[in-house]
């Protein structure tokens, strides 16, 4: 406990709280033009990827950019990273989503609210494992877990785009897979080609680039050439028209029937809001039955809504495929006819048009005709309102999960970045310390209407490339950032949706790594199964992306234990090269009196027996055997129950007449003998420095009498006493 307090004490000590002290004092004006540079780079990347995370995480559009806003500075000022690039990734952004659904409607006032109030928990969580120095945590996450989850959330992010690049709206499944089904039967059905083809476009313009060079900012050429197309084309084509230009009556019908539903629904949402604070108000007054028979009216409410909103979702399923013809009539009224029953003597308007249905009612007197694209739209002027979170016990009771599987994921992919750039500059990184300036980044970027942000693979490689050399190209990209809210916002309005899905999908293109799975299965069997089964358990339980990890991490967690519980014990002998060898992996020839065993782990409660069973195994397998030497170099330590089961070998094997010796034994295990006297029991006399000098001592008294020939131990007899094994 001392220890620790003493660990956060000097967390608090100034170059700890405030590290960018250590760069500034010898910063030189070169620094800054070099800085400069690379900031604005960055921040040319930033400002359209952190606009397409956004959407991705359900957000809109422009609280990427807020998230892009003051996380970046703060990450590269308290970090101890210079070049690492922090602000709104991909992987979070599904994660976000994911971890928001439960709690409210994508993009709504209260969706917002539980965006930031993450952000805020998961910033606490990081900030709290660098104070207390527990960055060892993310170990948790093995390399195999990662690797298959982030190669399933690749696919995923890339297939969840679909709709916006085929231009088509879909409500989205309780599978991943269902949604993606449904995206392709409405793209079949109809496609907006103009759409498709900008996302194409954009597609081509920064493969193209990325191909030649990666000085030009190839995101940046595909967002203002498609925009200045979008403006000049006339790109976004909408008419806002009430019901009754609708000429079809039963379409008619059809709009009032969901507009019914989705009222019903909107007005039980309202009452199920209202039983719950019965529920929670009861429980504090300690009312019983009122919090049973409000449980009882609020499981009948779920099921009523549940029809309900399947009855509306069929509705609004058949709304999205309607489409429509827009005529003008020689009064000049404008009408919509289901396509192919416009009149002949009707002005045909724009192209096909359709209803855009989302899961709020229709307005009746202004339903909202596309016959175009969509595209960003308005985004506010200036920076956003600085408010603390406003802090749900419920929401941040059923946040707390997704909060720490956000903060490690979150952080395992900045440090990963962090220490790649490390070994190619040479800078010391400091795993705790990186984690604070993360917390830092996401807990100050809640203030501002941030949701949860990490370190970027992509803009952390510009930013080297580059040539940032401190924190402040990071600050000078929040700078531009800052520069786009308040003058540049109307740019951005006619910017296609499309496009920015074309821009998530070129960013995790690079997340996918099938070479991680065949380096994982050649360093072990078990760590390709790992990553293979969380890829398909993520992909299967998608959109539930923590499913899948957690079973990754369960699956890790059953193999250490499993190892640790059966650690590997090898029989060694002499090879041709005077070293001694695992017997079975080469091949070798025991001595019949001597058996030396290596017990490669350390020696605790979990695997005390397992020394017990193999030594009993080695006693009946060799009738002549006389001397047994516990090579003890892989004993690291020793508890209560290593240290008992090893006294109970000693006196099993001593009373069947062998004798029993130990070499290459750790000054913590040593003290652990000795404190228990284990170690006198033994006899000071049956400890050795070394293996060789252990057989050297017992071989003649052992083969005294005895009529092996070749004994592949007795060349060792005559190995100076000092010398070390070469053997593994």
């Given at each position: 406990?001392?220890?620790?307090?003493?660990?956060?004490?000097?967390?608090?000590?100034?170059?700890?709280?405030?590290?960018?002290?250590?760069?500034?004092?010898?910063?030189?004006?070169?620094?800054?033009?070099?800085?400069?540079?690379?900031?604005?780079?960055?921040?040319?990347?930033?400002?359209?990827?952190?606009?397409?995370?956004?959407?991705?995480?359900?957000?809109?559009?422009?609280?990427?950019?807020?998230?892009?806003?003051?996380?970046?500075?703060?990450?590269?000022?308290?970090?101890?990273?210079?070049?690492?690039?922090?602000?709104?990734?991909?992987?979070?952004?599904?994660?976000?989503?994911?971890?928001?659904?439960?709690?409210?409607?994508?993009?709504?006032?209260?969706?917002?609210?539980?965006?930031?109030?993450?952000?805020?928990?998961?910033?606490?969580?990081?900030?709290?494992?660098?104070?207390?120095?527990?960055?060892?945590?993310?170990?948790?996450?093995?390399?195999?877990?990662?690797?298959?989850?982030?190669?399933?959330?690749?696919?995923?992010?890339?297939?969840?785009?679909?709709?916006?690049?085929?231009?088509?709206?879909?409500?989205?499944?309780?599978?991943?897979?269902?949604?993606?089904?449904?995206?392709?039967?409405?793209?079949?059905?109809?496609?907006?080609?103009?759409?498709?083809?900008?996302?194409?476009?954009?597609?081509?313009?920064?493969?193209?680039?990325?191909?030649?060079?990666?000085?030009?900012?190839?995101?940046?050429?595909?967002?203002?050439?498609?925009?200045?197309?979008?403006?000049?084309?006339?790109?976004?084509?909408?008419?806002?028209?009430?019901?009754?230009?609708?000429?079809?009556?039963?379409?008619?019908?059809?709009?009032?029937?969901?507009?019914?539903?989705?009222?019903?629904?909107?007005?039980?949402?309202?009452?199920?809001?209202?039983?719950?604070?019965?529920?929670?108000?009861?429980?504090?007054?300690?009312?019983?039955?009122?919090?049973?028979?409000?449980?009882?009216?609020?499981?009948?409410?779920?099921?009523?809504?549940?029809?309900?909103?399947?009855?509306?979702?069929?509705?609004?399923?058949?709304?999205?495929?309607?489409?429509?013809?827009?005529?003008?009539?020689?009064?000049?009224?404008?009408?919509?006819?289901?396509?192919?029953?416009?009149?002949?003597?009707?002005?045909?308007?724009?192209?096909?048009?359709?209803?855009?249905?989302?899961?709020?009612?229709?307005?009746?007197?202004?339903?909202?005709?596309?016959?175009?694209?969509?595209?960003?739209?308005?985004?506010?002027?200036?920076?956003?309102?600085?408010?603390?979170?406003?802090?749900?016990?419920?929401?941040?009771?059923?946040?707390?999960?997704?909060?720490?599987?956000?903060?490690?994921?979150?952080?395992?992919?900045?440090?990963?970045?962090?220490?790649?750039?490390?070994?190619?500059?040479?800078?010391?990184?400091?795993?705790?310390?990186?984690?604070?300036?993360?917390?830092?980044?996401?807990?100050?970027?809640?203030?501002?209407?941030?949701?949860?942000?990490?370190?970027?693979?992509?803009?952390?490689?510009?930013?080297?490339?580059?040539?940032?050399?401190?924190?402040?190209?990071?600050?000078?990209?929040?700078?531009?950032?800052?520069?786009?809210?308040?003058?540049?916002?109307?740019?951005?309005?006619?910017?296609?949706?499309?496009?920015?899905?074309?821009?998530?999908?070129?960013?995790v293109a690079g997340l996918i790594n099938v070479r991680g799975f065949i380096h994982a299965w050649r360093a072990q069997w078990y760590d390709g199964a790992i990553s293979v089964?969380?890829?398909?358990?993520?992909?299967?339980?998608?959109?539930?992306?923590?499913?899948?990890?957690?079973?990754?991490?369960?699956?890790?967690?059953?193999?250490?234990?499993?190892?640790?519980?059966?650690?590997?014990?090898?029989?060694?002998?002499?090879?041709?090269?005077?070293?001694?060898?695992?017997?079975?992996?080469?091949?070798?020839?025991?001595?019949?009196?001597?058996?030396?065993?290596?017990?490669?782990?350390?020696?605790?409660?979990?695997?005390?027996?397992?020394?017990?069973?193999?030594?009993?195994?080695?006693?009946?397998?060799?009738?002549?055997?006389?001397?047994?030497?516990?090579?003890?170099?892989?004993?690291?330590?020793?508890?209560?129950?290593?240290?008992?089961?090893?006294?109970?070998?000693?006196?099993?094997?001593?009373?069947?007449?062998?004798?029993?010796?130990?070499?290459?034994?750790?000054?913590?295990?040593?003290?652990?003998?000795?404190?228990?006297?284990?170690?006198?029991?033994?006899?000071?006399?049956?400890?050795?420095?070394?293996?060789?000098?252990?057989?050297?001592?017992?071989?003649?008294?052992?083969?005294?009498?005895?009529?092996?020939?070749?004994?592949?131990?007795?060349?060792?007899?005559?190995?100076?006493?000092?010398?070390?094994?070469?053997?593994?």
């Open positions: 406990m001392t220890q620790r307090l003493s660990s956060v004490l000097r967390n608090l000590a100034p170059n700890r709280l405030l590290p960018f002290l250590e760069w500034l004092p010898g910063y030189r004006a070169s620094h800054l033009k070099a800085d400069l540079l690379a900031g604005l780079t960055v921040a040319l990347v930033l400002i359209p990827q952190s606009m397409a995370y956004a959407q991705l995480a359900g957000l809109p559009a422009y609280f990427g950019l807020y998230a892009a806003f003051l996380p970046p500075a703060v990450a590269a000022l308290f970090g101890s990273s210079r070049q690492l690039a922090t602000g709104p990734v991909a992987v979070v952004s599904l994660m976000t989503a994911v971890a928001l659904q439960p709690l409210a409607t994508t993009g709504s006032q209260a969706y917002i609210g539980y965006a930031v109030l993450l952000a805020l928990m998961v910033g606490l969580f990081q900030f709290c494992l660098g104070l207390f120095r527990l960055g060892l945590v993310v170990n948790f996450l093995s390399h195999p877990v990662v690797n298959g989850f982030t190669n399933a959330a690749a696919i995923i992010i890339a297939t969840a785009q679909l709709s916006k690049l085929f231009g088509v709206a879909v409500d989205r499944s309780d599978h991943h897979y269902q949604t993606v089904i449904q995206v392709v039967k409405a793209a079949l059905h109809y496609t907006h080609w103009p759409t498709l083809m900008m996302g194409v476009f954009a597609f081509a313009i920064m493969v193209v680039l990325k191909k030649i060079t990666l000085r030009i900012p190839n995101v940046l050429v595909a967002v203002a050439a498609t925009t200045l197309i979008s403006w000049a084309s006339g790109f976004e084509q909408r008419s806002t028209m009430p019901l009754e230009s609708v000429v079809d009556a039963d379409i008619r019908a059809l709009i009032v029937y969901f507009n019914a539903e989705a009222t019903q629904l909107h007005q039980m949402g309202d009452r199920r809001a209202r039983i719950n604070d019965t529920i929670k108000q009861a429980e504090i007054d300690g009312h019983r039955m009122i919090v049973i028979d409000s449980q009882r009216n609020l499981d009948v409410l779920n099921y009523q809504m549940a029809l309900k909103a399947g009855q509306a979702a069929d509705y609004r399923h058949r709304i999205r495929r309607l489409l429509f013809e827009s005529g003008r009539n020689r009064d000049g009224g404008v009408r919509f006819y289901a396509q192919g029953n416009r009149p002949a003597d009707t002005k045909k308007i724009g192209g096909t048009w359709r209803l855009k249905v989302e899961n709020a009612p229709l307005e009746a007197s202004a339903l909202t005709f596309c016959s175009g694209g969509d595209v960003v739209g308005a985004i506010p002027k200036g920076l956003p309102d600085f408010t603390f979170p406003k802090v749900d016990g419920h929401g941040a009771m059923t946040l707390m999960s997704p909060a720490v599987i956000i903060a490690l994921l979150g952080f395992m992919e900045a440090i990963s970045i962090a220490k790649a750039m490390a070994a190619k500059t040479g800078q010391r990184i400091d795993p705790n310390q990186e984690l604070m300036g993360q917390g830092l980044a996401n807990m100050i970027g809640s203030v501002a209407q941030s949701y949860p942000v990490a370190g970027s693979f992509s803009r952390s490689a510009v930013n080297l490339q580059t040539g940032a050399v401190s924190g402040l190209s990071s600050v000078i990209a929040s700078l531009a950032v800052v520069a786009t809210l308040f003058f540049f916002t109307p740019l951005l309005y006619y910017l296609p949706q499309s496009v920015l899905a074309a821009i998530i999908m070129m960013a089964i969380t890829f398909v358990c993520t992909l299967a339980f998608a959109p539930h992306l923590d499913r899948g990890i957690m079973v990754g991490v369960v699956l890790s967690l059953v193999v250490f234990l499993y190892r640790s519980m059966r650690p590997d014990v090898v029989d060694l002998s002499m090879g041709l090269d005077k070293a001694l060898y695992n017997v079975v992996t080469h091949g070798l020839k025991e001595c019949r009196y001597i058996d030396v065993v290596r017990f490669d782990g350390p020696l605790f409660f979990a695997n005390a027996s397992y020394l017990e069973d193999q030594i009993r195994q080695r006693r009946k397998m060799k009738k002549a055997l006389k001397h047994i030497i516990i090579a003890a170099q892989s004993i690291s330590d020793m508890d209560a129950s290593g240290q008992e089961s090893l006294s109970l070998v000693v006196d099993r094997v001593r009373s069947a007449g062998i004798d029993i010796s130990m070499s290459n034994v750790h000054e913590p295990v040593m003290q652990v003998l000795r404190r228990t006297h284990l170690f006198y029991k033994i006899g000071e006399d049956h400890f050795y420095p070394t293996m060789e000098q252990a057989i050297r001592a017992i071989h003649d008294q052992t083969h005294k009498g005895g009529n092996e020939k070749n004994c592949p131990l007795a060349s060792l007899r005559t190995l100076a006493t000092n010398s070390e094994p070469k053997g593994v």
